[in-house]
């Protein structure tokens, strides 16, 4: 099903690479420079290493690290120099890009964003991680929902980052929206190692999706990251694996056009559609209302867990961070769509001092 990683592609195929990127150290403005180079590099690497290729996609902190630092003097801009740079690889190699960025944020902490790019150099899908990997990380929670948009071939794309991924919610999403192949990009060690198996496979089976997944690789001296790279089809098996090997870069090549025909198609485990309308053999159209407590009372305000005043761990200061003082406005109009709107599903909360 894989073509073989796309050397062998058919009309209908989009063919991926997953950069499993070395785990870089990033301290300075510097540093920054050099590492925004490598990735360019690489992703001349991915041209030069399968011709097929439309779409290459580099891990979360790639351009960053793992060290969680949010110095704004390494911080990135959309209108930066590292972005810049990154348009202008997928402009000379003539081939799409997906990308992390530390993105600068003036009203708080940085945005932990992804970018795709297509190979004109414009971006075509701007994301901001929904759900930051607490306690350990210090990144402003995403604000712009979860995008939706056309890559290569006209396949329907969407891009979650790391701990989104343990969140069925978001390929849901992601699938709701039309997503056709769910990208996920991470920088996980290898205690999620069996969780991110999981998960892949799930958010793909559960959503009828090919999802296509990488983290960075090798160690950095303190860390050391996975690598496994992972594509998925919609029925949840594992298409191709990569290994733990810094650098390495996996293939596939993914059908949306038999995702589109398993959404219509399948009778059996269609569970998106099925969602809303249950039990539609005994009552016309199924039934079509909400009967999950947890999602009326999150667009209520009310979500409370059974266990919720007994959570032990609900700031940063296990791992060094103070506890924050401001409260979350909610979410915004979208930076690069004149006249956008806050997106609905979340109305915005009242701002805090």
């Not at 098996?237 to 090997?245: A, D, F, K, L």
């Not at 399948?266 to 999602?295: F, S």
Request: aromatic fraction near 8%; charge should be negative.
């Amino acid at each position: 099903m894989s073509g073989l990683g796309g050397l062998n592609k058919s009309p209908q195929g989009v063919v991926l690479g997953l950069v499993q990127l070395q785990l870089p150290v990033v301290k300075t403005p510097q540093d920054l420079t050099a590492q925004t180079q490598r990735v360019c590099e690489r992703v001349a690497k991915a041209r030069r290493n399968n011709g097929a290729i439309h779409l290459v996609v580099l891990p979360e902190y790639s351009l960053h690290g793992l060290s969680m630092d949010t110095s704004e003097a390494i911080m990135c801009r959309l209108d930066g120099p590292e972005v810049a740079a990154l348009k202008q690889a997928c402009i000379a190699n003539k081939i799409w890009g997906c990308f992390s960025i530390m993105e600068f944020n003036p009203t708080g902490n940085p945005y932990n964003s992804g970018l795709i790019i297509d190979d004109t150099g414009e971006i075509k899908l701007y994301y901001r991680k929904l759900h930051p990997w607490v306690p350990a990380e210090a990144w402003e929670p995403g604000n712009l929902g979860i995008p939706v948009c056309d890559g290569p071939r006209g396949a329907k794309l969407a891009l979650i980052i790391c701990h989104d991924g343990m969140f069925p919610e978001m390929a849901r999403e992601a699938a709701y929206k039309g997503a056709e192949i769910i990208i996920r990009t991470a920088g996980y060690t290898a205690p999620i190692r069996h969780a991110w198996r999981i998960t892949n496979q799930t958010n793909a089976f559960c959503n009828l999706a090919q999802t296509a997944s990488v983290c960075m690789c090798g160690g950095d001296g303190s860390f050391d990251s996975m690598g496994e790279g992972m594509f998925c089809n919609f029925d949840g098996t594992v298409m191709v694996e990569g290994s733990g090997r810094p650098d390495e870069i996996i293939t596939c090549e993914l059908r949306p056009d038999l995702v589109r025909e398993a959404r219509t198609g399948w009778g059996v485990e269609n569970n998106i559609y099925q969602l809303y309308h249950r039990g539609y053999v005994a009552v016309k159209g199924g039934a079509q209302d909400c009967p999950y407590t947890y999602m009326t009372d999150m667009t209520a305000g009310r979500y409370k867990l059974p266990w919720n005043d007994s959570v032990q761990v609900t700031d940063g200061t296990s791992c060094g961070f103070a506890a924050p003082t401001r409260s979350y406005i909610g979410p915004e109009a979208h930076p690069l769509v004149p006249d956008s709107a806050p997106s609905p599903a979340a109305p915005p909360l009242k701002k805090v001092a």
